[in-house]
């Protein structure tokens, strides 16, 4: 309290308790305890379902609508030409692009780029890498190829976090923080993402993950936030790219990638 100010008497009864410095760490550690039983419960109702990751995407994707649109055309030659329909693309964000760093480019799966998302298209993209497939290739009057391509823009792939071996010591929050403080981190990580994976929607089981972002241009990696996802997700996210063609955790996270991204 401020010298020279007094409070009145009646005015003092009124006022709440300011717990103590021994009494702050019991009510923090009270509140952790709340919050796991919170998790426990809702994580319960969800493992009652008994959702497969595959199974589960199938459902979250058949929420979300599916969209197309024509390709402003970077490589209108071969490249094009030899697409099917159905063949599988990827839109992916181009943040190295020093001209236009909101641009999306259009990626068929052997890494050509093929174009780019129309402008008026972009906002939609709310995810670094999207999924889609060839809906259509022709060639209009004037001999121009054009390449429509359909996806569902808000549906986030799953992917292998690219990580170098240089870097992939820092990308360990969970390890650099203590286990209070990491389930606590879980634990509103898993209530905001409504127990839902994040690249399957409502799964049995769920763990927290970190989100990265390697910037290859500058050889620097960004923490993007955390996210719920089930263990085989995890798994797949984090595999180790030293792993060889016949480790089994390869073979797995191999399956699950075509499974959930076709």
């Known amino acids: 309290m401020p010298h020279g100010i007094a409070i009145p008497e009646h005015e003092q009864q009124q006022m709440p308790a300011r717990a103590s410095a021994s009494e702050q760490p019991e009510a923090l550690a009270q509140s952790r305890v709340k919050a796991k039983q919170l998790m426990i419960d809702s994580l319960r109702s969800i493992q009652l379902q008994g959702l497969s990751p595959v199974n589960a995407r199938l459902t979250f994707a058949g929420d ?37 760093p909101d ?3 259009v990626m068929s799966l052997k890494g050509q780029l093929l174009g780019y998302v129309p402008r008026r298209h972009i906002a939609r993209f709310v995810n670094d890498t999207t999924c889609g497939h060839v809906y259509a290739v022709s060639q209009d009057a004037a001999s121009l190829w054009r ?3 359909a996806c569902r823009p808000e549906l986030p792939p ?14 360990r929050i969970g390890e650099a ?24 929607g409502p799964v049995g089981q769920l763990q927290c993950r970190e989100r990265w972002r390697f910037y290859e ?3 620097v990696i960004k923490l993007m936030g955390f996210a719920a996802a089930h263990p085989q997700v995890c798994a797949v996210k984090h595999l180790d790219p030293c792993c060889l063609p016949s480790d089994p955790r390869r073979q797995h996270a191999v399956a ?7």
């Open 64 to 100: 979300l609508p599916v969209e197309s649109f024509q390709c402003q055309l970077w490589e209108p030659a071969r490249a094009v030409q030899e697409l099917q329909p159905d063949d599988g693309v990827m839109m992916v964000k181009r943040f190295d692009n020093i001209s236009s």
């Open 103 to 105: 641009s999306v480019a």
């Open 147 to 149: 390449l429509t391509v």
């Open 158 to 171: 799953l992917t292998v976090d690219t990580i170098p071996a240089n870097l992939a010591s820092y990308a």
């Open 177 to 200: 923080l203590n286990p209070d403080d990491w389930e606590a981190v879980q634990a509103v990580t898993l209530q905001q993402a409504g127990y839902r994976c994040r690249e399957c």
């Open 217 to 219: 241009g500058y050889q």
């Open 256 to 262: 699950l990638l075509q499974h959930i991204n076709e």
